[in-house]
């Protein structure tokens, strides 16, 4: 844990140093982080310490005594296997209680930090939504004392309607605030403002007139009363996979799938009113004049086309020749023109399922993880104790090296299978419990290896023991 600790610290670095947190506000955010670590540092503390415990066992020859006094590894392993059990069942219940409610912590002192500290909701190089107003705050550079100091400086404001009007962008800024006051200076030297100018009149609104002003120096107050009295415990409306239990996962995930359904049943029956494929049945005209006649006749044959179609009979059928040869060009140009905005449809709705679809994924995999991470605790000690019992070797050395080499193995399958079921190409419940059953056959092929007191495997030896089978059975068959 304490390693992990400070792999996150470097993490996060950016966020914590030079923002003028005190020491209390940055030892609640590693506390709050602490249960989340816990995924990656169980299975680690479970894999090394029961090698680092049989390898000392086998070391001193513990176990040759005890299997001379009729001690079987099995037997020797009970007490431990029960622990670890009920230590699968304990996390169990900590990643579904505890890991949430520490991620809801962690969002909330994030986002109250960023409330307190102004300076802190502005990231470097990118847009920030500035929650002490209504607009977006670009900077290339933050320094000085709390990165009080801005470098080339870009405000988009926003009008009621929440539409950018304003554009302010200044060489330098700096941010003046008081713990006593409600009001934060933004105080911009050497820059420019431009301002849409809204007009009633057509004629005027058509030469999209704005305002345009130089300024040596441009301060903006921004009322922080309602931030400023901000508990920095405060809990927030706000919830993602990582932040539920099993019971709201299993709600969310089937409320996610009905209404993703929906949506592609809906969006489908749109494409096919659009498309005009809907079901049609044969009817019988009756001739009057001749343009009615021709009128019938084609839409005859697209009922009984459409007809067909629905029955699933595609035989050949060229409705066009009905159709003079300028009337031809004209449907063949409004079929491009509608299949070129169905396609355009199909690829903007695409994307928005693909985001509903990758949530509805998340939800699956933080739901199966949390039985994947008490199971593997389990899987892992039956890796980790015989792999001890095999090598016959104890202390921080070579345990310490293969216990590392399997939590990697472990530890990568996990999160490639993960990443790989957040965009869908795998299912997501493989995704949670691949890394988990790779190290269940390994566990039981050590656990088998270790109980009938044999090494490691010689693949060596298995091969040449293979080829002297080969050539003893073909002796014995020539003589």
Known sequence: MFIFIFQTIWLFIDDLAGKGLDVIIIGKFLFYLMPDLTEKVLPLTVLLSSILTFGTFAENYEFAAMKASGISLQRAMRSLIIFVSLLGGVTFFFANTVIPASQRKIYNLRKNIAKVKPAVAIAEGVFSDFEAGDMNIKVDEKFGDNDRFLRNVIIHKKDRKNINTTVIKAKQGELKSSEDSDILQLILTDGHYNEDV??????????????????????????????????????????????????????????????NERIVMAFSKNVNTRLGLYGATKTKVKDTTAKKRKRDSISTVIRDSIYKVNKGDFSKFDILELFEGWEQMQIMNSAKNATTNILNSVKGKKEELDKRYKIYNLHILSLHKKYALALSCVILFFVGAPLGAIIRKGGLGLPMVIAIILFLAYYFIGVFAGNYAKEGNIHPIIGAWLSTLIMLPLGIFLTKRATEDKGMVNFGAIIVDFFKGIFKKKKVSNS
Request: net charge negative; aromatic share 6%.
């Open 198 to 259: 809204p007009v009633k009149n057509n004629d005027r609104k058509s030469k999209l007139p704005y305002a345009h002003s130089n300024f040596e120096t441009y301060t903006m107050n921004i009322d922080l009363s309602e931030f400023n009295n901000v508990d920095l415990e405060e809990e927030r409306d706000v919830s993602t996979d990582k932040m539920k239990n099993i019971s709201r996962l299993s709600k969310d995930i089937d409320s996610l799938r009905v209404d």
